[in-house]
């Protein structure tokens, strides 16, 4: 493979000549050019598409050979002109099990294998050298034997590991070499003007742009000048003399030429075939990827990429889009844990799966919340109904059987449209519209949704305008202790009367409050406005109780003793004024959370009440948990009291168990004089209803205890 002293090996003459010598044997993995480096860059790093810095050390059991040379630069021998960044292998690293990969030699091993090629290739062209010497004329043997000393130095930069110092070097030894060689016979016609060629090819293969461009440019000066200095007569022109070892000399140049190219050849063949083998891996990982890519981790259901995807290559024309979701599963997260929801998932995801046909698909589209594409035909609300019994199944989780429920919306391909997220748009309004009628059931979607859809975005506009522009109003239902008759406080509530759409009631805008988030800044409002009132009422010499609702999201965001305790402050009231009424179903949750916000509640000195008591879950556990110093008794059981006795007994039931507990009671929506009568005998604490007052804004009730209308309690004793 290597020739630099065979082409010198001239016996009878001083102009022997000298070849290029070159490295021992190429390997597949040992190609540095600057097409390989492109071929590599876009076949590799555009497929895997992730860099990394140079400094970050990758896995190194992962990859081939092929793959293992790039992802490293100091594996490329000689050729390190590689960019600043590598290809990652994490992502390999994470789906090691998919790809299935062999482990390979590591990036050092590889590495000390090919400075061990350069080591030999070095020392083979100067044990030749010292032979071409020997063979040589006194001239030329001089001159190789400079050359011989000139390797040195590289030998030593293989040894410091300086393979690019030591190539570069190692080249242009030989270039200066070869064209001493030349001079000395005043030809171009000696076999040495074959290295010429080679070098070159050396020098793109395994160089910089640069080096190479110098190289050829410093031989096409030296030829040039040296025909230039034959052809004017400078020096003179000598034909070498045909003999049996200038012929030896010639083949063995060829031969030695023609393995080294054989060689390269052979190394770029293996070269290709590792990477069109690493390219089929990438290929295969690719699509696996892509597969995973489209389905739930969970379930082995599609998940919502996967089904859009899907459903544009689905083949059935007529389609029914059916959006499942499950009544009251966040209970089972919260009670016994996500390990158990989850489980619960899987199984009604085989379930469901269990119920389709050929060609028909299910995705699980978030949380739990399910679609299934179905054939639209005639059996489809048979399916549904049977899909609505799949879901009411008892499910035996561990030592846990759980019953659930599901809602169903349903929306139809093509009359309803024939995009994939349009169709569950729809068909989630359809379901919405399901569990408003009292869940566990279905609904097909209707164009009237929409409109109903697009007034509810359009009263949220709103109520976000009329919350920045203070335009809900505050209004004051007086309260007032039953025996004797005198006024105690009031109930602080809300009224909005829209510009564009009138008096909107507080049952349709304090839900919507409830689910946007706006009832956070609603009730901070509502607070601060209530506060300011009272202490103005103080001001005036009415000391009247306030009492203000609060909402479960209000309670569950943690903020509400902040909330209270700076509203306090800046408004200056009384914190034994102020009293909070939370609803049963806010105390839901959280327990130790919620415990928690009341006892800081309680330590600022505010009283705290359970509104509409009887109508939730009236657990005992909160009256004795949360300490609350109140029972509100709700309008439903007091509006009618005279005339139902099973009102009448539970109102009855109510007050003696607040009795027990030392609880205060509070009547709400007394309307007539009879139902005054009955919750005096009965021993309820106060009311409040239509019969006294009804809610007023604040200049109103201000007139009003003025005027003294009403009977004004004494205020508590501070003593």
Not at 45 to 69: D, E, G, K, Y
Not at 485 to 512: H, K, N, Q, Y
């Amino acid at each position: 493979m290597c020739f630099c002293a065979i082409a010198t090996a001239r016996s009878c003459s001083d102009s022997a000549a000298v070849a290029l010598p070159t490295h021992a044997r190429v390997s597949a993995t040992a190609i540095g050019s600057n097409f390989i480096s492109r071929f590599l860059k876009n076949l590799i790093v555009l497929r895997v598409r992730f860099s990394i810095p140079q400094s970050t050390q990758p896995p190194l059991n992962l990859l081939s050979p092929a793959m293992a040379i790039w992802s490293s630069p100091a594996a490329l021998m000689p050729d390190w002109r590689l960019p600043k960044h590598r290809i990652t292998l994490g992502l390999f690293d994470v789906f090691e099990p998919i790809m299935s990969a062999p482990a390979e030699p590591s990036l050092q091993s590889m590495r000390r294998y090919q400075l061990t090629r350069l080591w030999q290739v070095v020392l083979m062209c100067a044990a030749l050298v010292l032979v071409g010497a020997w063979l040589s004329g006194p001239l030329s043997a001089r001159l190789l034997y400079m050359t011989e000393l000139g390797l040195l130095p590289v030998l030593y930069l293989l040894y410091k590991q300086r393979a690019e110092a030591a190539n570069s070097w190692f080249l242009w030894m030989l270039t200066l070499a070869v064209s001493g060689l030349l001079m000395l016979n005043n030809a171009v016609f000696e076999p040495a003007v074959m290295c010429y060629p080679v070098l070159l090819v050396y020098a793109a293969l395994f160089g910089r742009p640069g080096m190479y461009f110098r190289l050829l440019a410093f031989m096409l000066v030296f030829v040039i000048g040296l025909c230039s200095a034959i052809l004017l007569g400078y020096l003179p022109q000598t034909t070498p003399a045909m003999t049996w070892p200038s012929i030896a000399v010639a083949v063995l140049v060829l031969l030695a030429s023609g393995f080294t190219v054989r060689m390269l050849a052979s190394g770029y063949r293996r070269l290709l075939q590792s990477l069109q083998a690493e390219n089929d891996r990438v290929k295969a990982s690719e699509q696996r990827l892509s597969e995973l890519a489209e389905l739930d981790s969970l379930t082995g259901l599609l998940n919502r990429h996967g089904a859009t995807q899907h459903f544009s290559s689905c083949l059935i024309e007529s389609r029914a889009l059916l959006f499942i979701d499950l009544d009251h599963f966040k209970p089972i997260n919260d009670a016994l844990g996500h390990a158990t929801g989850d489980a619960v998932l899987r199984h009604l995801a085989e379930q469901l799966r269990q119920q389709l046909q050929p060609e028909e698909w299910a995705c699980r589209f978030g949380g739990d919340e399910f679609v299934l594409v179905l054939q639209h035909d005639a059996d489809l609300i048979g399916r549904i109904e049977q899909l609505l019994r799949v879901c009411q199944q008892e499910i035996l989780i561990g030592a846990y059987p759980l019953k659930l429920s599901a809602s169903i919306g349903v929306a139809l391909a093509p009359e309803h449209g024939n995009d994939f997220t349009e169709l569950c748009r729809k068909a989630d309004m359809a379901m919405y519209r399901a569990k408003a009628d009292g869940r566990n059931t279905w609904q097909f979607y209707q164009a009237s949704l929409d409109d109903q859809q697009h007034s509810t975005l359009a009263l949220i506009t709103l109520l976000r305008q009329a919350l920045q522009r203070e335009q809900i109003e505050v209004v004051y239902q007086p309260k007032f202790r039953l025996q004797p008759l005198a006024l105690t406080g009031v109930e602080a509530l809300m009224r909005w009367r829209c510009p564009e759409l009138g008096d909107v009631s507080p049952a349709r805008f304090i839900p919507l409050a409830e689910e946007t988030g706006l009832i956070d800044e609603l009730g901070v409002y509502v607070l601060r406005q209530a506060c300011q009132q009272a202490q103005t009422w103080h001001q005036l010499g009415y000391p009247l109780h306030m009492a203000v609702n609060v909402s479960g999201r209000q309670l569950r965001s943690g903020l509400l003793p902040v909330q209270v305790a700076y509203t306090l402050q800046k408004t200056q009231f009384a914190a034994s004024f102020l009293q909070l009424e939370l609803t049963e179903s806010s105390l839901i949750g959280d327990h130790h959370h919620i415990q928690q916000q009341l006892e800081q509640l309680s330590a600022l000195g505010v009283a705290l009440a359970i509104d509409d008591f009887g109508t939730g879950y009236s657990n005992l556990q909160y009256l004795s948990r949360f300490a609350a110093g109140t029972l509100k008794i709700d309008q439903s059981f007091v509006r009618n009291l005279p005339q139902r006795p099973q009102d009448l007994a539970l109102v009855r039931g109510i007050i003696r168990l607040a009795d027990s507990l030392q609880i205060a009671t509070v009547a709400e929506g007394v309307e007539d004089e009879a139902s005054y009568q009955l919750l005096c005998e009965l021993g309820c604490d106060e009311a409040q209803g239509y019969y006294w007052a009804k809610p007023m804004a604040a200049a109103e009730l201000t007139t009003a205890l003025a005027a003294k209308r009403w009977v004004l309690a004494a205020p508590p004793s501070t003593s």
